[in-house]
């Protein structure tokens, strides 16, 4: 059975410090690993795909990592619009092909 | 772009009734989803549509019906409202089941089952 855990559940920054956010998953082969950033009141809103091992994506403060068990999502000095939850989901090569959640990282930047 | 436009944006019902979640997109993608929401949860499916016409039993279907006639649209239906239905639904859509492309969700309808 496919498992993405995230960790932590949440994380209080100050601005201006950065920090990183994990996912780890286990699937017998990955067909693409996903980000998305979920504001409250809203729907996840895509931010990354990670493909295979080694890759990486950046998209202004934040910086995605894909290893062959997990991922990061690094956030380079955060400002307090960066506030929100962060979703990682992973999909299996074969089986339905459905994404597998994680239960998100809650992450408040304060000024 | 509307993407994927869900209606209403909120409900509140009482135990025993039933009603319809719309969800649309507008984007030509094959598959669509259903999810529900619930604190310390996460994300989990009700029902899918590899493709119009096709529908298929998700991690918590029971209480549930679904319905995809039209390319761009599916419906989510309760039939007899509980309480423990009460959460937050989010429709998605995708270019299809198998691609590695992402998903597109639309806001949610927020719905209370009093």
Same mark, same amino acid.
């Given at each position: 059975?496919?498992?993405?855990?995230?960790?932590?559940?949440?994380?209080?920054?100050?601005?201006? %410090?950065? #920090?990183?956010?994990?996912?780890?998953?286990?699937? #017998?082969?990955?067909?693409?690993?996903? @980000?998305?950033?979920?504001?409250?009141?809203?729907?996840? %809103?895509?931010? +990354?795909?990670?493909?295979?091992?080694?890759?990486?994506?950046?998209? %202004?403060?934040?910086?995605?990592?894909?290893?062959?068990?997990?991922?990061?999502?690094?956030?380079?000095?955060?400002?307090?619009?960066?506030?929100?939850?962060?979703?990682?989901?992973?999909?299996?090569?074969?089986? #339905? &092909?459905?994404?597998? +959640?994680?239960?998100?990282? #809650?992450?408040?930047?304060?000024? | 772009?509307?993407?994927?436009?869900?209606?209403?944006? +909120?409900?509140?019902?009482?135990?025993?009734?039933?009603?319809?979640?719309?969800?649309?997109?507008?984007?030509?993608?094959?598959?669509?989803? @259903?999810?529900?929401?619930?604190?310390?949860?996460?994300?989990?499916?009700?029902?899918?549509?590899?493709?119009?016409?096709?529908?298929?039993?998700? %991690?918590?279907?029971?209480?549930?019906?679904?319905?995809?006639?039209?390319?761009?649209? +599916?419906?989510?239906?309760?039939?007899?409202?509980?309480?423990?239905?009460?959460?937050? &639904?989010?429709?998605?859509?995708? @270019?299809?089941?198998?691609?590695?492309?992402?998903?597109?969700?639309?806001?949610?309808?927020?719905?209370?089952?009093?």
């Amino acid at each position: 059975e496919d498992q993405v855990t995230q960790s932590p559940e949440a994380l209080r920054l100050q601005e201006g %410090e950065s #920090s990183s956010l994990n996912c780890s998953y286990t699937v #017998s082969g990955l067909r693409g690993l996903f @980000w998305y950033r979920q504001d409250p009141g809203k729907g996840p %809103e895509f931010l +990354f795909t990670l493909y295979s091992a080694g890759e990486e994506k950046e998209k %202004e403060r934040l910086k995605a990592t894909l290893t062959k068990k997990e991922s990061f999502l690094h956030i380079t000095a955060p400002k307090p619009e960066d506030s929100a939850t962060y979703l990682c989901a992973v999909q299996a090569d074969g089986g #339905s &092909y459905i994404p597998t +959640f994680g239960r998100g990282t #809650s992450l408040i930047v304060h000024p | 772009n509307a993407g994927v436009t869900q209606t209403p944006k +909120f409900q509140v019902l009482k135990t025993g009734q039933s009603m319809t979640l719309q969800c649309a997109q507008d984007m030509n993608h094959n598959s669509m989803y @259903w999810y529900r929401q619930d604190p310390g949860m996460g994300l989990r499916l009700i029902y899918y549509s590899a493709s119009e016409g096709t529908t298929d039993k998700g %991690e918590v279907p029971d209480g549930y019906n679904v319905s995809r006639l039209k390319k761009q649209n +599916f419906l989510l239906g309760l039939e007899s409202a509980a309480p423990s239905q009460t959460s937050v &639904y989010f429709c998605a859509s995708s @270019w299809s089941l198998s691609s590695n492309q992402p998903q597109h969700f639309g806001d949610g309808t927020r719905l209370s089952i009093l």
